[in-house]
C-alpha cells in the first residue's frame, strides 16, 4: 500500500469514528431531554381534582368485577364439563367449548392454565380419566378398548399415557387392582 493510499484509509477512518461520536451524542442528548421532559394535560376550569380514595375505590371495583365475571365463567365450565360433558366427544375442541360459554378460546385457555396447572387438553383428559374410572367401577368386565372410547379418548397411547398420569398405573393396572386378579 503506498503512503497515499494509507493517510486517505486513516483520514476516512478518522472521519467514520467521529460521525460515530457525533450521532451517539446526539442520541444520548435526545433520550436525556425526553426522559426529563414534562407532560401536562389541559384541565378545564370547573374540572376538580381527582380525590386518590376515589380513584383507588373506582380500581377495586373494577378488579372485582372481572373477578366476578371470572369466578362466573369458571363456574359455568365446570357445571358444563360435569352435567353435559363434551370431553366424551373425542375431536372436542377449546373453540367449541369456549363459543358454548360465550367467550373466547384465549380467555378460557389462560383460565385453565391458572385455575387448574395445566392446559387445556390435559384437563380434557383428566376429566376423561375420572369418567373410565367412573364406568368401570359400575362394570368391571368392560373391555379396554369400550373403556376408552365410551372416557372420550381417541387413541389408546393417549389413554393409557393420561391414565398413568392422573392415576400412576395404567388402564390394565388399575382394573387389576380393583378387581383383584
Same mark, same amino acid.
Given at each position: 500500500?503506498?503512503?497515499?493510499?494509507?493517510?486517505?484509509?486513516?483520514?476516512?477512518?478518522?472521519?467514520?469514528? *467521529?460521525?460515530?461520536?457525533?450521532?451517539?451524542?446526539?442520541?444520548?442528548?435526545?433520550?436525556?431531554?425526553?426522559?426529563?421532559?414534562?407532560?401536562?394535560?389541559?384541565?378545564?376550569?370547573?374540572?376538580?381534582?381527582?380525590?386518590?380514595?376515589?380513584?383507588?375505590?373506582?380500581?377495586?371495583?373494577?378488579?372485582?368485577?372481572?373477578?366476578?365475571r371470572i369466578?362466573?365463567?369458571?363456574?359455568?365450565?365446570?357445571?358444563?364439563?360435569?352435567?353435559?360433558?363434551?370431553?366424551?366427544?373425542?375431536?372436542?375442541?377449546?373453540?367449541?367449548?369456549?363459543?358454548?360459554?360465550?367467550?373466547?378460546?384465549?380467555?378460557?385457555?389462560?383460565?385453565?392454565?391458572? *385455575?387448574?396447572?395445566?392446559?387445556?387438553?390435559?384437563?380434557?383428559?383428566?376429566y376423561r380419566?375420572?369418567?373410565?374410572?367412573?364406568?368401570?367401577?359400575?362394570?368391571?368386565?368392560?373391555?379396554?378398548?369400550?373403556?376408552?372410547?365410551?372416557?372420550?379418548?381417541?387413541?389408546?397411547? *393417549?389413554?393409557?399415557?393420561?391414565?398413568?398420569?392422573?392415576?400412576?398405573?395404567?388402564?390394565?393396572?388399575?382394573?387389576?387392582?380393583?378387581?383383584?386378579?
Open positions: 500500500m503506498d503512503k497515499l493510499s494509507f493517510i486517505t484509509l486513516v483520514i476516512l477512518a478518522s472521519s467514520v469514528t *467521529t460521525t460515530l461520536l457525533i450521532m451517539a451524542a446526539i442520541f444520548m442528548n435526545h433520550r436525556h431531554q425526553s426522559r426529563n421532559r414534562q407532560y401536562s394535560y389541559p384541565v378545564s376550569d370547573d374540572a376538580a381534582p381527582e380525590d386518590p380514595e376515589r380513584i383507588l375505590e373506582d380500581e377495586a371495583a373494577v378488579y372485582d368485577v372481572s373477578q366476578q369466578s362466573d365463567l369458571m363456574s359455568r365450565f365446570r357445571a358444563l364439563m360435569e352435567e353435559q360433558k363434551p370431553f366424551l366427544e373425542p375431536k372436542v375442541s377449546i373453540e367449541a367449548i369456549a363459543n358454548s360459554l360465550g367467550t373466547n378460546k384465549t380467555t378460557l385457555s389462560k383460565l385453565v392454565n391458572d *385455575t387448574f396447572g395445566m392446559n387445556f387438553k390435559q384437563l380434557l383428559n383428566s380419566v375420572k369418567e373410565a374410572i367412573m364406568l368401570f367401577s359400575r362394570d368391571h368386565n368392560i373391555s379396554m378398548e369400550d373403556l376408552r372410547s365410551a372416557a372420550g379418548f381417541n387413541s389408546i397411547g *393417549t389413554f393409557t399415557s393420561s391414565f398413568s398420569r392422573f392415576t400412576g398405573c395404567t388402564p390394565g393396572e388399575y382394573c387389576k387392582k380393583v378387581v383383584g386378579r
